[in-house]
């Protein structure tokens, strides 16, 4: 998470070059979903549109990068306290223009940045079934109910980027295993309700 | 000999024999040897324990080892049978009678197969083959507080860790799962739970 600099609102100024009010609102919304490492082609790619130097891109996207990314670490959403972060002499229309764009946004970005959170493989599907075993070499004859349960997990967002793994485990429980299970998930549920009415 | 029910299978020609030799035992003797072995079937593991205790037996009655071990092992045919097939009682006392046992051994034999076949039933079953066998689940849930995009976050978070058996290895799997979706997964599992009780 980077942290706004002194240079950032002097590099944002670079927007009143923008062509139009929706050419700022997108480059907002790449700025901010963009991974730091990859704001470099970022830059390149918003040059032409803007008419400045590729070092000029740079410092803006950079700078509307922290921008944006400080608001959403901070979780700010009044008007006033995003309009307080820019510096007396800012451009009076630009800084409203900003904070109405990211007025609008905040709330989604706030969404994509605990989806991208760093964390365990996620659980993104669940199926089941259930089988009834009727013989084996054991047993030539039986009817012995079992379930498989099939998770599909995710792994870390972060590490995939834009193609994220999903694998698939199927596993199999016995009568036993989901009466142990269901009294395990049955704990969690009373501890979960015992934390929220606190 | 007739057609029996433990097997489809002809029977080796020792058993006859040995049958006879299990005749000879006297009622206590026999009833001795019985539970020695039905003790072996309930925990097919401890093998060391059922020699030991076989030879035991062989030196206490003064019988060769040897030969007791091939009466044992042709003894052993008709329960691994019954149990593969759930032959009834009726059935086994049938089969032993066929094979040469006096009735009242048999009749013996046969109460202490009715006995133990609920023992013996589900240890089969669970030797049964399973696909990744869930052995264990371990579970925490806790809050994130903050993260290095989003300085207060405050939302749960539930991680199970599953162990797996998959062939003969166990393995770990992580998963993380959100509020709603522990709710979700607790639901479908009542179900399944359900509807599993409704085919037991």
Known sequence: MAALRDGDFAALQILLKAPSKDAVRQLCQECFSSPPAALGPLAQRACPGLAVSAEEAEQLVSALHNLTRHVVYRGL?????????????????LKNLLTKIILENISSWRNEAQAS?????????????VDIKTSSDSIVRMAVPTCLLQLKIQEDAALCGNNPVVSALTVELSKETLDTMLEGLGRIRDQLSAVANK | ???LNFTREPVPEAVSADMHNLNQLSAQQFSA??????????????????LTQLSDFATMNKISLGPLKNIVKSILLVPNGALKRNLSSEQVRADFIALGLSEEKASYFAEQWKVNSPTLTRLAVGQTLMINQLIDMEWKFGVTAGSSELEKVGSIFLQLKLVVKKGSQLENVYVELTLPQFYSFLHEMERVKTSLESFS
């Open chain 1, 77 to 93: 959403t009044a008007p006033e306290d995003i309009l307080h972060l820019f510096p007396e002499n800012f451009h009076q229309n």
């Open chain 1, 117 to 129: 959170q760093i964390s365990l493989p996620r659980l993104v599907d669940m199926d089941w079934r």
């Open chain 2, 1 to 3: 000999m007739g057609l």
């Open chain 2, 33 to 50: 040897l019985t539970e020695l072995l039905f003790r072996f079937l309930t925990e097919p593991k401890e093998v060391e324990r059922f």
